[in-house]
């Protein structure tokens, strides 16, 4: 399990971040000058280069948001002309896109990003700038919202795979649905009915904290308390749950550790969008209490199975349920070898599973909740840390990928393996790079003592 650091400050990172935002600047312009567009989205790297691989073309938001975030992070021009640049050339279709459930992903990292900067007073205000960045904020929410799956109780947006299909990753597009409904937005269905988008978003998370995450309740024979399945099952005819599944985790009774990471920041970043929103709107779906709780017990689920079941150093391996594992001994209790022979290290994971646990440890010390919000904020910090050293941090300038030892899809066998490795290792991916950044800007600001970072900052 993570050894927890607890006499490390936020204070202390100052310099390593300073660090990492001159590799960050480095490499995001190698990769506008290197990368052929005509490919499609960089996904990861093979050989240190920025190549293409996927599903859907989902990182697009992760590329530009990160000329984004370099441009807050360092008040250098040329990565907001760029970000600019690259959103009006490629963005449009994401906004519009019918077919995947990657909306608060792609959208959020550019355009909300984007409207925050405007908000904040970090770029000069133009109304009819402002209005284009919300415009495709709400657009985008409305679009989500209506790629739907009904349910006897509630419901949820769907993944590519159809309508029987329930991501885990999604929590995180729930976020899109959250913002549009703040800047007053609403699903229009037939005969102009109108659709919530915050009780869309709602019924979402509460599908997710029902049957993507285990709470040791017997569930099945492998429940134990914050397991998550990376996908569940669901019979379309009638609505009932029939399994837990995987694309790319090991299988649906063990934990893919990048779904569990989405899940951990997911529920975190609702609470606090949570406290946003009117009590009377809230009354009617039980209350902030009950809301509260029910957020909350996925947020700490999740954050203690990610603490108990990663290696020392804090930066977990591919899947808690590998089938190599138990070749490296004990390998929880001490810190992960990225270049064993047997199982992969996924550090984009770790990146985004480090912001879920700042993030619900200052929520909790914001709540009287001293003792449990340091556990997670000092395990944040912990994996945050490893993160911003060799071998994870990338100081190669060569080498297009700013995190190294980043997995995309193991059971498929995408990731390159380097000649004389065994596994995959070495390489990056462009969710691991931006939520590293994102990361590293959510602890510079506090550090700054600059207003919170969190995606309701696009929202007026």
């Given at each position: 399990?993570?050894?927890?650091?607890?006499?490390?400050?936020?204070?202390?990172?100052?310099?390593?971040?300073?660090?990492?935002?001159?590799?960050?600047?480095?490499?995001?312009?190698?990769?506008?000058?290197?990368?052929?567009?005509?490919q499609g989205a960089p996904v990861f790297t093979v050989n240190g280069k920025y190549a293409t691989r996927g599903w859907t073309e989902w990182t697009h938001g992760f590329?530009?948001?990160?000329?984004?975030?370099?441009?807050?992070?360092?008040?250098?021009?040329?990565?907001?002309?760029?970000?600019?640049r690259q959103?009006?050339?490629?963005?449009?279709?994401?906004?519009?896109?019918?077919?995947?459930?990657?909306?608060?992903?792609?959208n959020l990292s550019t355009y909300g990003n984007l409207l925050r900067l405007m908000h904040e007073g970090k770029i000069p205000h133009n109304e009819w700038e402002a209005n284009f960045y919300a415009l495709a904020i709400k657009i985008s929410g409305s679009v989500q919202a209506s790629r739907w799956t009904d349910l006897p109780e509630g419901g949820f947006i769907y993944s590519f795979n159809g309508p029987h299909s329930l991501f885990v990753d999604t929590i995180r597009s729930c976020r899109i649905l959250m913002a549009s409904h703040l800047m007053g937005h609403s699903l229009q269905g037939e005969g102009?009915?109108?659709?919530?988008?915050?009780?869309?978003?709602?019924?979402?998370?509460?599908?997710?904290?029902?049957?993507?995450?285990?709470?040791?309740?017997?569930?099945?024979?492998?429940?134990?308390?914050?397991?998550?399945?990376?996908?569940?099952?669901?019979?379309?005819?009638?609505?009932?749950?029939?399994?837990?599944?995987?694309?790319?985790?090991?299988?649906?009774?063990?934990?893919?550790?990048?779904?569990?990471?989405?899940?951990?920041?997911?529920?975190?970043?609702?609470?606090?969008?949570?406290e946003l929103l009117n009590n009377d709107e809230l009354t009617e779906f039980g209350g902030f209490d009950k809301i509260e709780e029910m957020m909350l017990k996925g947020a700490k689920a999740t954050c203690d199975f990610y603490i108990e079941h990663t290696p020392s150093c804090g930066v977990t391996y591919w899947d808690t349920g590998a089938p190599n594992?138990?070749?490296?001994?004990?390998?929880?209790?001490?810190?992960?070898?990225?270049?064993?022979?047997?199982?992969?290290?996924?550090?984009?994971?770790?990146?985004?599973?480090?912001?879920?646990?700042?993030?619900?440890?200052?929520?909790?010390?914001?709540?009287?909740?001293?003792?449990?919000?340091d556990k997670y904020w000092q395990a944040g910090l912990t994996?945050?840390?490893?993160?911003?050293?060799?071998?994870?941090?990338?100081?190669?300038?060569?080498?297009?990928?700013?995190?190294?030892?980043?997995?995309?899809?193991?059971?498929?066998?995408?990731?390159?393996?380097?000649?004389?490795?065994?596994?995959a290792n070495g390489e990056s991916c462009m969710w691991g790079d931006y939520h590293f950044r994102e990361l590293a800007l959510y602890v510079q600001k506090m550090i700054a003592g600059e207003p919170y970072y969190q995606y309701t900052n696009c929202v007026k």
């Open positions: 399990m993570i050894q927890i650091n607890n006499n490390i400050k936020i204070e202390d990172f100052k310099k390593k971040i300073n660090q990492l935002w001159t590799l960050s600047g480095e490499k995001i312009n190698r990769i506008a000058a290197e990368y052929d567009e005509n590329q530009f948001g990160s000329a984004v975030l370099q441009f807050d992070a360092v008040d250098d021009n040329q990565f907001i002309d760029l970000a600019k959103v009006l050339d490629k963005m449009a279709t994401h906004v519009s896109h019918t077919g995947v459930h990657d909306h608060g992903f792609n102009d009915r109108k659709i919530s988008l915050f009780e869309r978003a709602l019924q979402h998370i509460k599908a997710t904290s029902k049957y993507s995450i285990y709470y040791g309740e017997g569930r099945d024979h492998y429940d134990i308390w914050g397991r998550t399945a990376h996908e569940v099952i669901f019979n379309t005819n009638d609505g009932q749950f029939r399994c837990p599944n995987a694309q790319q985790g090991y299988t649906g009774f063990s934990t893919w550790t990048r779904g569990l990471a989405w899940g951990m920041l997911g529920f975190a970043e609702e609470l606090e969008a949570l594992l138990h070749k490296l001994g004990d390998y929880l209790d001490s810190p992960a070898d990225p270049y064993n022979d047997w199982e992969p290290v996924d550090s984009s994971a770790a990146a985004i599973g480090a912001q879920g646990l700042l993030r619900l440890g200052n929520y909790l010390r914001k709540k009287g909740q001293k003792d449990a919000g994996v945050f840390n490893s993160l911003l050293q060799e071998p994870y941090l990338s100081t190669d300038t060569n080498h297009h990928g700013l995190l190294l030892h980043t997995i995309y899809h193991q059971p498929n066998g995408w990731d390159h393996i380097p000649e004389g490795s065994k596994i």
